[in-house]
């Protein structure tokens, strides 16, 4: 499986902070090696066909469509609590 970033994930990337853009990476590289790792706390998203959530860290995640052989990253965002 490969990451791709659409073109709004990309770009709010690119406005995270640098701390976060450094957990972002480390996370989506548990997502390539394993779906399910527990620091992601991945969930299939309620309310929406093949759309899941993955955990940054306590205040931001990522959301993501799965289409072979992609992970594509949708959306970064603080979580909405």
């Known amino acids: 499986m490969k990451i791709k970033l659409t073109?709004?994930?990309g770009k709010q990337f690119a406005e995270l902070p640098k701390q976060i853009q450094k957990k972002t990476r480390k996370q989506f590289g548990y997502l390539l090696?394993?779906?399910q790792h527990?620091?992601?706390h991945t969930k299939k998203y309620k309310g929406y066909?093949?759309?899941?959530?993955?955990?940054?860290?306590?205040?931001w995640r990522f959301y993501f469509h799965i289409i072979e052989p992609h992970y594509i990253i949708v959306s970064i965002?603080?979580?909405p609590k």
Do not use: C, M, V, Y
């Open 49 to 59: 066909e093949n759309l899941w959530q993955g955990r940054i860290d306590k205040n």
């Open 77 to 79: 965002i603080k979580h």
């Open 38 to 40: 527990p620091s992601l």
């Open 33 to 35: 090696q394993n779906f």
């Open 7 to 9: 073109d709004t994930a």
